[in-house]
């Protein structure tokens, strides 16, 4: 019998406020351990949260970058469980009313485009964190994250394999740092996301049972931790036995997820609305308002490259992938004369140079002077090799091409009278190669690029060099 795997992921995403979702406090990663708290985080007895209206902004962006309805009217809900880094002894989240439903987002599958859907986001606020690592018989308590805004994204369960999901986290996260609202770090625990896996025999319309991963923080994590769980599932089954319904952890260490606890004792959470907090009402002005907000979002960037700066849909998808590394081309774009040679270039040459593409606006190489080089090229002022030598002059001081071509005399020699001469001197310096070439050793024309360029200290032409070069030596 075959299998096949059904996917379900819960993403949480940490909005980018400067506050928390319902306190003044600071969200800053890094700092000292309880340092950004204050009685709201502390869940100290008779103070009221404040609803962060930034927090609603962003949310709201996320929905509607990602095609989500919007409902006009939410509910905070109070979700109940005791946890050391939970002072409340609720988180407060959304429930039966959250903010964003309906929505889906489109992935490249393998085979095609593949649409998934996205059941609902809705918003809550982070835990704290138990810290071990002070000593061997205590667990110390961390509070500076409790408090700080999250999206939870839910999916239906609508991904097939290990490579989609990870499609789907990536396509989320491009989303979320384009419109801003999320810096996307994984590291720092700013997306990590929760994976729901069944398997089934391949035709049965009914889904499995599930287990979910928690807290997978890495790309390589989601892919690992989904297949091994798919084939610990299938194995299961293929020996006749049953999948527990239950949470599990991924041990990236082993490469094996194995169970934390099971759903039975951790779901009775007592969901109910939270009496501290006014529902959340979206007005129709506000909304608009946030539309109109949104910048232009990757899939309409990639398309939009593609018709108008006829470059391929791999390199506009690259492109398109970071906004700063878009709007990058696109300004590069704007001055060169060629927008393929400017996208080639941007690909090839200059991502090499950056560890970061969401930094690319502190390149020393600003768009414009790239463009400058490049129509320099163009124009066949200078040939490829010298404009990747003024390429990392350009990077390590602050001229720009036109000054270096100007001072260090690099125009290309494209006359071809100049280069003839040259290659005449070169084929009376070198008899033996001469012969040898006329007698059919042709890999030696090489070698003459090669002593032309030298003389011309890589100026000259190529194309005209290989040209007359042949022509020169193949007549006696
Ligand atoms: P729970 O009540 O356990 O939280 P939900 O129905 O809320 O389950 O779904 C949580 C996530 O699990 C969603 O992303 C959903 O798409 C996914 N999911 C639900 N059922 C399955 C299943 N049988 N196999 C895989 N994923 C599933
Ligand atoms: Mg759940």
């Not at 490249?108 to 835990?127: C, P, V, Y």
């Not at 499995?208 to 769980?229: D, P």
């Not at 593409?357 to 080089?373: G, T, Y």
Request: net charge negative; with cysteine; proline share 4%.
């Amino acid at each position: 019998m075959e299998y096949e795997a059904v996917i379900g992921l819960e993403v949480h995403a940490q909005l980018a406020t400067e506050s928390k979702i319902f306190s003044s406090s600071s969200t800053k990663f890094g700092s000292y351990p309880n340092s950004q708290v204050n009685p709201v985080c502390l869940g100290m007895p008779g103070v009221l949260p404040v609803f962060n209206e930034r927090v609603l902004e962003y949310a709201i962006k996320a929905g509607l970058a990602t095609s989500c309805e919007i409902a006009r009217k939410s509910r905070f809900a109070r979700k109940n469980y005791f946890y050391p880094d939970l002072p409340k002894g609720y988180q407060i989240s959304q429930y039966d009313e959250p903010l964003c439903i309906r929505g889906h987002l489109e992935i490249d599958s393998g085979n095609g485009k593949k649409k998934i859907r996205i059941t609902r986001i809705h918003l809550e606020e982070d835990a704290g964190k138990l810290v071990h690592e002070y000593s061997d018989f205590e667990s110390h308590v961390d509070l500076n994250r409790a408090g700080v805004p999250l999206v939870e994204i839910v999916s239906e369960p609508d991904i097939s394999t290990a490579e989609e999901a990870v499609e789907y986290v990536k396509k989320l996260r491009t989303i979320l740092k384009y419109i801003e609202v999320c810096d996307g770090n994984m590291e720092e625990g700013s997306l990590r996301c929760d994976a729901n896996v069944s398997v089934r025999p391949v035709g049965q319309s009914e889904l499995g049972t599930k287990t979910e991963i928690k807290n997978l923080n890495s790309f390589r994590f989601i892919q690992r931790a989904i297949e091994y769980e798919t084939k610990r599932q299938e194995a299961v089954l293929r020996s006749g036995g049953k999948v527990v319904q239950e949470t599990r952890l991924f041990d990236s260490q082993r490469g094996v997820t194995f169970a934390m606890r099971s759903k039975e004792e951790a779901h009775d959470y007592r969901y109910f609305p939270d009496p501290d907090l006014l529902p959340v009402v979206v007005e129709e002005d506000h909304l608009k308002k946030v539309r109109l907000s949104l910048p232009e979002l990757p899939d309409e960037k990639l398309s939009r490259f593609v018709d108008e700066f006829s470059i391929s849909k791999d390199d506009a998808e690259t492109l398109s992938s970071s906004r700063p590394l878009a709007e990058y081309f696109e300004e590069c774009a704007k001055h060169a004369n060629d927008k393929k040679a400017a996208s080639n270039w941007i690909l090839n040459e200059l991502l090499r140079e950056v560890e970061n593409e969401d930094r690319i606006a502190e390149f020393p190489v600003r768009p414009e002077n790239l463009a400058e080089l490049l129509n320099l090229i163009g124009e066949g002022k200078i040939n490829r090799k010298t404009a990747k030598e003024i390429f990392s002059e350009m990077i390590n001081g602050d001229k720009r091409a036109g000054e270096i071509v100007a001072e260090k005399g690099l125009t290309q020699i494209t006359d071809e009278d100049e280069i003839s001469s040259i290659i005449a001197e070169i084929i009376k310096a070198n008899p033996k190669e001469v012969e040898r070439y006329r007698n059919g050793d042709t890999k030696l024309l090489g070698f003459f690029v090669g002593q032309v360029m030298k003389a011309t200290r890589g100026k000259a032409d190529p194309a005209i060099v290989n040209q007359t070069l042949r022509k020169s030596l193949e007549e006696k």
